[in-house]
């Protein structure tokens, strides 16, 4: 069975979050940091601070939609806190 990952990824370079989903994190993260032309690019190098997961795509979806809703950086930090 698959498992997929709800990830967030942050960047030093510019102090911002990055909510995805995947199944397979090592690769994702790996692209995130290739330069692509896309928005990510002006945040590499990217950094893995937390992750959940699931058992399949559709309940991954549906995470990083709840997370990215809130907009709310206070609530990623709080996710961040709970898992240490």
Known sequence: ???FFVYILYSTS???YYVGYTNDIVRRLSEHN???GK?????????????ESYA???????????????????????LLLSAT
Do not use: F
Not at 39 to 51: A, C, F, M, R, S
Not at 60 to 77: F, L, V
């Open 1 to 3: 069975m698959t498992n």
């Open 14 to 16: 510019i102090d911002k």
């Open 34 to 36: 290739r330069i692509k």
């Open 39 to 51: 928005y990510t690019d002006k945040g590499i190098p990217w950094e893995l601070v937390y992750k």
């Open 56 to 78: 399949d795509k559709v309940s991954a979806e549906n995470r990083e939609i709840e997370i990215k809703r809130k907009k709310s950086r206070k609530y990623i930090e709080s």
